[in-house]
């Protein structure tokens, strides 16, 4: 009866959450105080996989619930995003009877990288794919290999691996195991034989700690590394991204199956080969999956296309306090050839909590918008004039960056007559406010 009553419960606040456009998690959350061990005292089903890392588990998520459903499985998976245990226990009780058994083929799980530990006590996936580890949230996460143990915790004997083999920090998790799959890939166009971003997280070896190599840089940390000294590096790949012509927008994956980006970013195709890495496993055919990720556009507002004015832009949600997440939409803004103006928004540095901190603006890499591609470069939000104090210390012109701690002012300066594409590069906490001002498409 208790499990009865407490997935009763869990259903009606769920559907009274849709109605009022709330209620992904507080459902989870009041079932665990009804009781704490629901999740061990429901039946799932005999595929569970489970997506974690700092950045890219929403759109990775998505990707695959797509692909296999369009293949015919019957997917529960957390839509919302809400990826804490309180998020996944609405998850399996939705999408469960009044007697315990989750109705689906296959349960596909977002976790929270701080929190998979509580989520994974109970539940164990049978795969588990880690996308990557990064500096994200220090006011929160602190150090990248503080998380590395926190999701360390959550990994259980009997769960196959699915890891990004180009992040060495990710890598170490397969260490010693032999259920491994690895995904990542082969030296790109794109590539650099120097690192380019502002710090280096790749500097030592993650095992040994002495310095470690690179034949080559796809961004950032990312690529092929070695250590001299104790022999730690890159494994061979089961699943490989085999050329990448982000010009042209498209990728190519095991040297046969052509994908075209809707989104040209590096940082979109690791996910991409990840949900393409899992869809595999499952026994999806790779023509099928590549034909069902050609110019798929992600419905989790991350990537959001607008009109203002007579103008159209490209809203790029990018996380605060994740310098490597900004990064990638610089890159994308810089290399439009047609010419943009770019709007960066830091009116709130979190909607989770409350931090002041924007120390993390000094990692990420301005100066790539210095350059012909990039016309004006608009700066909004309380934050400014930290903003402004950055780009001093770039090499771009004074004249081509104009600030408004309103956002609203900043919108109608955007609104004043000029042409070019916009891209607005901003977080979960602001992109609201400037929506508010601009035309979905």
């Given at each position: 009866m208790k499990v009865f009553f407490t997935i009763l419960i869990c259903k009606l606040l769920r559907f009274v959450g849709k109605l009022i456009g709330k209620g992904s998690s507080l459902p989870g959350q009041i079932a665990l105080k009804l009781c704490p061990d629901i999740l061990s005292r429901v039946q799932l089903p005999s595929h569970i996989i489970a997506v974690t890392g700092s950045n890219g588990k929403t759109s990775t998520v998505e990707m695959i619930a797509h692909i296999l459903r369009g293949s015919g499985k019957k997917i529960a998976w957390n839509r919302e995003g809400s990826n804490q245990i309180e998020g996944v226990t609405t998850l399996v009780l939705s999408n469960a009877t009044l007697g315990g058994k989750v109705k689906c083929d296959i349960l596909l799980i977002e976790s929270d990288e701080r929190f998979a530990r509580y989520t994974f006590r109970y539940?164990?996936?049978?795969?588990?794919?880690?996308?990557?580890?990064?500096?994200?949230?220090?006011?929160?996460?602190?150090?990248?290999?503080?998380?590395?143990?926190?999701?360390?915790?959550?990994?259980?004997?009997?769960?196959?691996?699915?890891?990004?083999?180009?992040?060495?920090?990710?890598?170490?998790?397969?260490?010693?195991r032999s259920d491994v799959i690895w995904f990542g890939a082969d030296k790109l166009s794109s590539d650099t034989e120097t690192l380019e971003s502002v710090y280096n997280d790749g500097a030592y070896c993650p095992v040994c700690k002495k310095p470690m190599t690179y034949s080559t840089y796809h961004y950032n940390h990312i690529g092929h590394y070695a250590c001299t000294s104790c022999g730690y590096k890159r494994h061979d790949t089961a699943y490989t991204i085999t050329?990448?012509?982000?010009?042209?927008?498209?990728?190519?994956?095991?040297?046969?199956?052509?994908?075209?980006?809707?989104?040209?970013?590096?940082?979109?195709?690791?996910?991409?080969?990840?949900?393409?890495?899992?869809?595999?496993?499952?026994?999806?055919?790779?023509?099928?999956?590549?034909?069902?990720?050609?110019?798929?556009?992600?419905?989790?507002?991350?990537?959001?296309?607008?009109?203002?004015?007579?103008?159209?832009?490209?809203?790029?949600?990018?996380?605060?306090?994740?310098?490597?997440?900004?990064?990638?939409?610089?890159?994308?803004?810089?290399?439009?050839?047609?010419?943009?103006?770019?709007?960066?928004?830091?009116?709130a540095v979190s909607r989770k909590y409350f931090t002041s901190d924007v120390s993390w603006l000094w990692d990420i890499d301005f100066e790539m918008l210095n350059n012909e591609n990039v016309r004006e470069i608009v700066l909004a939000g309380t934050y400014v004039n930290d903003l402004a104090l950055r780009f001093?210390?770039?090499?771009?012109?004074?004249?081509?960056?104009?600030?408004?701690?309103?956002?609203?002012?900043?919108?109608?300066?955007?609104?004043?007559?000029?042409k070019e594409y916009i891209y607005a590069i901003t977080c979960f906490s602001d992109k609201g406010k400037f929506l508010a001002r601009v035309k979905g498409e």
């Amino acid at each position: 009866m208790k499990v009865f009553f407490t997935i009763l419960i869990c259903k009606l606040l769920r559907f009274v959450g849709k109605l009022i456009g709330k209620g992904s998690s507080l459902p989870g959350q009041i079932a665990l105080k009804l009781c704490p061990d629901i999740l061990s005292r429901v039946q799932l089903p005999s595929h569970i996989i489970a997506v974690t890392g700092s950045n890219g588990k929403t759109s990775t998520v998505e990707m695959i619930a797509h692909i296999l459903r369009g293949s015919g499985k019957k997917i529960a998976w957390n839509r919302e995003g809400s990826n804490q245990i309180e998020g996944v226990t609405t998850l399996v009780l939705s999408n469960a009877t009044l007697g315990g058994k989750v109705k689906c083929d296959i349960l596909l799980i977002e976790s929270d990288e701080r929190f998979a530990r509580y989520t994974f006590r109970y539940i164990r996936p049978t795969h588990y794919v880690i996308t990557n580890l990064y500096r994200d949230q220090l006011t929160r996460n602190g150090h990248p290999e503080w998380v590395y143990d926190a999701i360390a915790d959550s990994i259980h004997d009997g769960t196959r691996l699915i890891l990004n083999a180009d992040d060495p920090l990710v890598s170490c998790f397969g260490n010693g195991r032999s259920d491994v799959i690895w995904f990542g890939a082969d030296k790109l166009s794109s590539d650099t034989e120097t690192l380019e971003s502002v710090y280096n997280d790749g500097a030592y070896c993650p095992v040994c700690k002495k310095p470690m190599t690179y034949s080559t840089y796809h961004y950032n940390h990312i690529g092929h590394y070695a250590c001299t000294s104790c022999g730690y590096k890159r494994h061979d790949t089961a699943y490989t991204i085999t050329s990448v012509d982000l010009d042209g927008g498209e990728m190519e994956i095991d040297g046969r199956y052509r994908i075209s980006l809707a989104l040209k970013s590096l940082y979109n195709i690791y996910n991409i080969l990840a949900a393409y890495t899992v869809a595999r496993i499952v026994g999806i055919d790779g023509a099928k999956i590549a034909a069902d990720m050609n110019d798929y556009v992600l419905k989790n507002g991350r990537v959001i296309t607008f009109g203002l004015g007579s103008r159209r832009g490209t809203l790029l949600t990018s996380k605060h306090e994740n310098s490597i997440s900004y990064d990638q939409s610089l890159r994308v803004a810089s290399a439009y050839r047609e010419g943009c103006d770019v709007l960066i928004i830091v009116d709130a540095v979190s909607r989770k909590y409350f931090t002041s901190d924007v120390s993390w603006l000094w990692d990420i890499d301005f100066e790539m918008l210095n350059n012909e591609n990039v016309r004006e470069i608009v700066l909004a939000g309380t934050y400014v004039n930290d903003l402004a104090l950055r780009f001093e210390h770039t090499d771009i012109p004074a004249e081509r960056i104009h600030c408004f701690a309103d956002i609203n002012e900043a919108v109608d300066y955007l609104d004043s007559g000029r042409k070019e594409y916009i891209y607005a590069i901003t977080c979960f906490s602001d992109k609201g406010k400037f929506l508010a001002r601009v035309k979905g498409e």
